[in-house]
């Protein structure tokens, strides 16, 4: 079994910053992807970011150039630093991961509880 658990979530005006930690926890040979999607009140999850475990990036438009994702593997955490925060990033942030577990080699798709995160005008 494997859990991920997010933190930092909250709430801060316009042009603000926050920062999301998910740690990832259990039975765990290796994380490959990771990532951050958002979902806001009446749309459908979308990707944020995503990260893999030789550190290569991907960004939505939407936040390019305002938000940088990075991960710790040795403690298999991924962060989500969110600068310039608008009030069209409100939205609960779901953490997730490509986690290989066992029974050996057996890899599942992950998701946090999510986190609100919510951008005041």
């Known amino acids: 079994q494997v859990q991920l658990v997010e933190s930092g979530g909250g709430l801060v005006q316009a042009g603000g910053s926050l920062r999301l930690s998910c740690a990832a926890s259990?039975?765990?040979?290796?994380?490959?992807?990771m990532g951050w999607y958002r979902q806001a009140p009446g749309k459908q999850r979308e990707l944020v970011a995503t990260?893999?475990?030789?550190?290569?990036?991907n960004y939505a438009d939407s936040v390019k150039g305002r938000f940088t994702i990075s991960r710790d593997n040795a403690k298999n955490t991924v962060y989500l630093q969110m600068n310039s925060l608008k009030p069209e990033d409100t939205a609960v942030y779901y953490c997730?991961?490509?986690?290989?577990?066992?029974?050996?080699?057996?890899?599942?798709?992950?998701w946090g509880q999510g986190t609100q995160v919510t951008v005041s005008s």
């Open positions: 997730n991961a490509i986690v290989m577990t066992r029974p050996f080699p057996t890899w599942g798709n992950y």
């Open positions: 259990g039975i765990i040979f290796s994380i490959n992807v």
């Open positions: 990260i893999t475990n030789g550190g290569s990036t």
